[in-house]
């Protein structure tokens, strides 16, 4: 016998042993919940799956992993998967959901709707019985893998209104009015939409408003032609943030408006009006309808303390999800911070999340809410959500320290276009939560803020620390119809929070605050270095107000307004600027009040490509320098390799050796792994190409 055959004899013994602990249980297609879930007699549903795993845990507690196996096809969720404590694994026992290895099994949270007839050549329809039957009703529709548009005026950009006034109804004791009606006076243009129009179907438009970092969406409840005016009513406005004039706002749900390749509109009895897009045929199109909101919800026993751990879901796609206005509307929030999400976590450990999907959704993606610990986020796509891709921790702070979720991280994944039914949503956003990684993610096309951090706003008790953002390239965020929005924005007292080796590019808002790194009130003790920051509107990086944070070792350049901006001066030290680089060719080298501003500052390199002496405000380089600041700092061209086609190379050691530059590789911002995933992480040129037009469009 060849000498190396013992070996292989016992290295498969052991794998049969290994295996014999695994507990295999299958789910197909044409499964049946009533089979016992093997190969040949599969299950049904994840459901039916779930169940089989607790029985087989209560016959006996498994000694290795209990895999559910969902074999490829397409699945429709007759209700979300429901995983509570009595489904946690162990570490050498965990509960695997895993799709079938090759093409992912899709799992949708809606239905696919068929029978489409020509009313025309550019209009469609069918039949939704249980829409006219039992009430059933929805707001996002999915067609050919694209969200379709609830029928809008205008098309394309927004209205503004001319006034807006408030009158009280019941005044309560909060800064904002308990409750409180608005007259909004608006163009006449976009009231023509609304009257004449029967009170059940006004009743039925919704006004969706853009002011600064918010968006409020109501029900219309009135209109005057007399006062060219709509009339809403609900919370009362916010002081720090209302609805005025300079808002933007856009008609929905309105079927006078279904005029336009790609719009909607569902009838209350049932019948759904479709415009096709160009090259779309009945033969060869899908159409799905959201019927749930949530895919998957993981919840712990809050009153034990019991959590769901040690659960994990590989290799699964989940498409088509809702989500449905209440009554009377949506009030603003920022970061549509109560929006839920499709997969939803709280009191729950050891949750992976591994070479996933989720897409066309009505709220958001992930969130790890409460309680939450050691989760994973990893190499999952997720693309086309109603508001943000995934979240972490709470919006309020809990008495008992230890539930505040820690230890999350979402490392090398995709997110792509969001925000569509929440605006303001934020890609990547921790609330109240520790020690957690955002690292390695490709952000792009969301209507806000890219990454956001704490949730305290001044110098309060804040619990979020040790937060790291690193690697991540986050662009192509704004689109000019929100304001005050960075691609990194973080809030209150976050001491060994770091912001390091992000690229950051095309943030534009549509007023104030399209910013690359932006610390907002109260951020302290934050690091941000090695970031690239370029083609921002309102500067690289913005200080509002904060204390003690190190802002070193960065690359700004050619943002658009000013490079460098500081708001409220403060009489403690508000941070450290050194060993950066700042490159412009457009626009000023500071903005606001930064000179005001009580920071050390020292050996950056500046340089304006249309002149050898930059202005700081209104000050030479040598009076700026009398003041006290960038003593040992330089005016050089730092030699970047192409800025105009944003190659930010450096060719030159000379330069970056005078300030202690220390050169970072900017091309491992993002995703990582095959060249495939890398491809798929690339932004359509076609968006790119759009959102560019828009920019020169304001620049004008």
Request: glycine fraction near 10%; include cysteine; hydrophobic fraction near 35%.
């Amino acid at each position: 016998m060849h000498k190396t055959a013992p070996l292989l004899l016992l290295a498969g013994l052991w794998l049969l042993v290994i295996n014999s602990f695994a507990q295999t249980i299958y789910v197909a297609p044409s499964g049946n919940d009533q089979n016992p879930g093997t190969i040949r007699k599969p299950l049904a549903t994840l459901a039916g799956a779930r169940n089989r795993a607790r029985l087989l845990r209560r016959q006996k507690p498994p000694v290795g992993p209990i895999e559910i196996v969902v074999r490829k096809g397409e699945y429709v969720l007759d209700e979300p998967l429901l995983l509570t404590a009595e489904d946690a694994g162990t570490e050498k026992a965990p509960l695997v959901f895993r799709g079938e290895p090759g093409d992912m099994p899709v799992l949708y949270g809606g239905i696919r709707l068929k029978g489409f007839e020509k009313v025309s050549d550019s209009l469609w329809k069918t039949e939704v019985p249980d829409v006219g039957r039992y009430g059933w009703r929805f707001e996002q529709l999915y067609v050919n893998g694209q969200r379709a548009t609830r029928a809008k005026t205008p098309n394309d950009g927004f209205y503004q209104p001319k006034a807006v006034t408030e009158t009280v109804l019941n005044k309560g004791t909060g800064e904002a009015a308990k409750l409180a009606a608005q007259k909004i006076t608006v163009p006449l243009e976009s009231l023509s939409w609304l009257t004449g129009l029967p009170d059940a179907e006004l009743n039925r438009a919704v006004v969706t408003f853009y002011h600064h970092w918010d968006n409020t969406r109501k029900p219309i409840l009135s209109v005057s032609r007399a006062d060219t005016a709509i009339y809403m009513t609900g919370g009362g406005m916010k002081p720090w943030n209302p609805i005025t004039r300079h808002s933007l706002f856009v008609l929905e749900n309105l079927k006078a408006a279904l005029d336009a390749p790609g719009e909607w509109f569902l009838e209350p009895t049932g019948t759904l009006y479709y415009r096709p897009r160009p090259g779309e045929t009945i033969g060869k199109t899908t159409c799905f309808a959201p019927v749930h909101e949530k895919f998957i919800i993981v919840k712990g026993d809050e009153k034990s303390g019991q959590r769901a751990r040690n659960i994990r879901f590989e290799n699964l796609s989940f498409q088509v999800a809702g989500y449905q206005m209440p009554v009377l509307g949506v009030e603003p929030e920022q970061a549509a911070a109560s929006t839920e999400a499709t997969v939803q976590l709280d009191f729950a450990d050891q949750i992976s999340f591994i070479n996933c999907e989720i897409a066309h959704t009505g709220g958001s993606a992930i969130w790890f809410r409460r309680a939450c610990a050691n989760g994973r986020v990893e190499r999952c796509y997720l693309y086309d959500l109603g508001a943000s891709g995934v979240k972490i921790g709470e919006t309020v702070i809990r008495p008992d320290s230890s539930e505040v979720t820690h230890h999350i991280v979402v490392d090398n994944n995709i997110l792509h276009s969001g925000g569509h039914v929440f605006p303001c949503a934020v890609a990547l956003v921790i609330f109240h939560g520790r020690d957690n990684v955002l690292s390695h993610n490709e952000v792009a096309d969301f209507r806000y803020s890219g990454v956001s951090v704490g949730w305290v706003w001044g110098y309060a008790f804040s619990p979020s620390k040790r937060n790291r953002v690193e690697y991540n390239h986050i662009h192509h965020l704004g689109w000019g119809v929100l304001s005050d929005m960075g691609g990194v924005y973080t809030l209150g007292a976050s001491e060994g929070t770091v912001v390091a080796n992000n690229v950051i590019h095309h943030i534009y808002a549509f007023d104030y605050g399209g910013w690359g790194l932006y610390t907002d009130e109260g951020s302290t003790g934050i690091v941000m270095e090695n970031n690239l920051v370029y083609a921002c509107k309102s500067s690289g990086f913005h200080q509002h107000y904060g204390r003690d944070n190190i802002i070193r070792n960065n690359i700004f350049a050619d943002n658009i307004k000013a490079q460098l901006q500081g708001t409220r001066v403060e009489p403690h030290r508000s941070f450290l600027f050194t060993n950066n680089i700042i490159y412009f060719d457009k626009g000023t080298l500071l903005s606001s009040r930064w000179g005001e501003f009580n920071f050390l500052s020292d050996q950056n390199c500046y340089w304006d490509a249309r002149t050898k002496e930059p202005t700081f405000g209104k000050l030479t380089v040598q009076e700026w320098q009398q003041t006290g600041k960038d003593q040992h700092s330089i005016v050089a061209d730092p030699g970047f390799a192409n800025p105009a086609a944003h190659d930010f190379r450096l060719t030159r050691t000379d330069v970056i050796q005078k300030i202690g530059f220390k050169p970072f590789d900017y091309s491992q911002a993002g995703v990582y792994g095959s060249i495939a995933w890398k491809n798929k992480a690339v932004m359509d040129s076609g968006v790119a190409q759009e959102f560019d037009e828009m920019v020169a469009r304001r620049e004008k």
